[in-house]
């Protein structure tokens, strides 16, 4: 039996009166990618911070890598990594001096990883490492955000819309890179709004809604017992209204 990486067990945070997500249990296992979807609000991106350590659950469990993050945060966060859905760089910082920063809290070798930069740079055309952080558009951020992340290799990758703002080369790019890392043994965990990536890419899938997990499987078996596309499951799960009939009225 393949070995869990990421297990989330009765996670809930409340904000308040305020349930963002509601004592969801999750397993995923290593080399799988794992989409997490859901609309707007639904729950994703909290579920992602506690689950990473960058916001304690209002109870319930995370367990990385076989490691509690309670205890083990620190161990569990130098063998992960974490791309946001907004690249929240040091705005005067130069492209390589954030990616010197990144290397010197995790203590790597700056000569020997500087090969593998100059491979992710090339492959995901960052030519402007020199260039201040504030005057790169999002899409810059999110390549130099993820070159800061591949660099190191992580056992384990979170990404929250990784696509969103990347051209479609870089999205091509980045969507074998997640495969080949994944046959390789990397876990991945992401959320996406775009299912038709999620239905080519991911072995398991999670749809989460107001903070709970209404449907977990893989792909194929979603699809058997509803008979339709993903993104029509989705929607089926999810949307509260009849689409045509808003698309007609408007």
């Known amino acids: 039996m393949a070995e869990i ?37 639904a729950g994703k991106t909290t579920t992602i911070r506690m689950l990473t350590g960058t916001l304690r659950p209002t109870s319930g469990k995370v367990e990385i890598l076989g490691l509690d993050m309670k205890d083990a945060e620190v161990e569990i966060k130098r063998r992960i990594g974490v791309v946001p859905d907004e690249p929240k760089i040091y705005e005067h910082l130069k492209g390589y001096e954030f990616l ?57 990758l979170f990404l929250d819309e990784p696509t969103v703002g990347l051209d479609a080369r870089s999205a091509r790019i980045l969507k074998e890179l997640l495969s080949k890392y994944a046959n390789e043994g990397t876990t991945i965990f992401m959320t996406t709004h775009i299912l038709e990536i999620a239905e080519k890419m991911c072995d398991k899938v999670a749809i989460i809604n107001r903070g709970q997990i209404i449907a977990e499987s893989n792909v194929k078996e979603l699809k058997e017992k509803y008979g339709t596309s993903l993104e029509d499951i989705f929607l089926s799960l999810t949307a509260t209204e009849d689409i045509q009939e808003i698309v007609e009225n408007l």
Request: net charge positive; charged share 30%; aromatic share 10%.
């Open 100 to 156: 010197d920063f990144v290397m010197a809290i995790y203590r790597l070798n700056k000569s020997e990883l500087k090969a593998r930069i100059e491979e992710l740079c090339d492959a995901f055309g960052v030519d402007y490492l020199s260039k201040l952080v504030g005057e790169m558009s999002h899409g810059m951020k999110q390549k130099l955000m993820l070159i800061s992340v591949l660099m190191r290799r992580p056992e384990i």
């Open 5 to 41: 990486t990421i297990k989330a067990t009765g996670l809930t945070k409340k904000f308040g009166d305020f349930t963002a997500v509601d004592s969801i249990y999750l397993e995923v296992k290593r080399g799988e990618v794992f989409g997490f979807l859901g609309p707007n609000g």
